[in-house]
């Protein structure tokens, strides 16, 4: 049998050094489990303009078309920040969702015990929180046309268009409510059908596909503005949030700091079955190339640790080993290892990037 195959695309800034410590657990897995992967490397982002003055090249989206899954670290920064839109770093990661057809992103919030009392918000609030949002990725607002800067009398208009189809909300409600059964059967949609037609049709199809197809799954809708007050009000109240792509933008990103650091916070984004019967993916950390702290070794590379459990768990069919990183992520927070991001004002000493990954190491070699 031929190994599984990955193409890494650490990006720009942090990328390239959370994904170091990811290639030391792949590695881990190779000599200690007897998994193997086949791992090829590219360029996306700002590092692929430079070479060849394009976020993504057309090589590198056809290796991306071919393999199991796709593990990419983070693009952007502000050396690109004033490039023409067409090939802004952001760009290649959008074009990667969007040809991959890539249109579930799960983007888990769990709160590990050990960061509890880190949170902003009170410990009760947050301990024990573990929900899902699923964010729609190649649509809406993100894609819709017309979009752009178009000159309108004496003045310049900036525009950009929600747009939804009814399959393209039938088919990520699918996959939500499909999470929600093996979770604990209840699901949350959120839009602003209050004020846009394309929060309207949202509604009616998630409810639709609720009452035809999955009955049996507790449906409730709630405006984004409530359900942003609502996830820092009282998060535990949520277990699958299902949303657009903008509001899962941000709600996310909300999301992230219940568990203490967007450093955290990992993601699958998810396509429609290949030929294998696996499902076309690329994982990502939440957060993006954090330019603040680039090259110093202060990132935490828990969320792109955590992005390859999830490849295990959702590509590869390996639960048990997916569990088995994230017990070994646990441990480390356990004990007390931080990163900078995971220090209260009080402060403490930090451990390096390099640190964190050696301590997920050896923490995996005590779960054998
Ligand atoms: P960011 O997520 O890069 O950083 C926000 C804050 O969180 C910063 O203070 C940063 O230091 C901190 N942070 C983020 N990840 C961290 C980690 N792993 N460990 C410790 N601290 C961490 O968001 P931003 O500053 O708004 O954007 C910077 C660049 O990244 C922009 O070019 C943006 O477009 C891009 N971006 C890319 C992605 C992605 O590749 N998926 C996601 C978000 C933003
Ligand atoms: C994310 C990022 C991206 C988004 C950017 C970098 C294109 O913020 O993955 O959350 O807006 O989707
Ligand atoms: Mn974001």
């Not at 920040?81 to 888990?108: C, H, I, Q, T």
Request: charged share 25%; with cysteine; proline share 5%.
């Amino acid at each position: 049998m031929t190994n599984p195959s990955l193409l890494i695309l650490a990006g720009d800034g942090i990328g390239p050094e959370v994904m170091a410590e990811v290639r030391k657990i792949i590695d881990w897995y190779g000599t200690r489990r007897g998994v193997s992967f086949d791992v090829s490397e590219d360029l996306v982002g700002g590092c692929a303009y430079d070479k060849h003055g394009t976020p993504l090249h057309d090589d590198t989206m056809a290796k991306a078309q071919e393999v199991d899954a796709v593990l990419l670290g983070a693009v952007g920064g502000p050396k690109y920040d004033n490039l023409d839109f067409s090939v802004k770093p952001e760009r290649g990661l959008l074009r990667l969702r969007k040809e991959m057809d890539l249109y579930a992103n799960l983007r888990p919030a769990q709160c590990f015990d050990a960061l509890a009392d880190f949170s902003s918000l009170k410990k009760d609030v947050v301990a024990g929180l573990d929900i899902m949002i699923v964010r729609e990725l190649t649509s809406g607002v993100y894609f819709g046309e017309p979009r752009g800067i178009f000159k309108e009398g004496n003045e310049r208009v900036g525009i950009n268009t929600q747009r939804y189809t009814e399959s393209e909300i039938e088919r990520v409600a699918r996959s939500a409510f499909e999470l929600a059964r093996k979770r604990s059967n209840k699901l949350c949609s959120m839009e602003k059908a209050n004020v846009m037609e394309s929060g309207v049709l949202w509604r009616e199809v998630v409810q639709r596909i609720g009452d035809t197809e999955y009955p049996d799954v507790e449906l409730s809708h709630m405006y984004a503005d409530a359900g942003a007050m609502q996830l820092t009000r009282w998060p535990k109240q949520f277990d699958v949030i299902v949303t657009d792509n903008l509001f899962g933008d941000l709600l996310s990103d909300l999301a992230a700091m219940l568990t203490g650091s967007l450093g955290m916070l990992p993601s699958a984004s998810l396509g429609a079955p290949m030929a294998n019967g696996r499902p076309k993916a690329l994982y990502e950390p939440v957060h993006g190339s954090a330019p603040d702290i680039a090259g110093q070794g202060k990132a935490n590379p828990i969320a792109c640790v955590l992005s390859f459990a999830m490849a295990l768990r959702y590509s590869f069919d390996m639960g048990a080993e997916a569990d088995r990183l994230e017990k070994a992520v646990e441990k480390v927070l356990a004990d007390g290892l931080r990163t900078a991001d995971l220090m209260g004002p009080e402060g403490g000493a930090p451990v390096t990037t390099s640190q964190m990954g050696d301590a997920i190491v050896t923490a995996l070699d005590a779960s054998l």
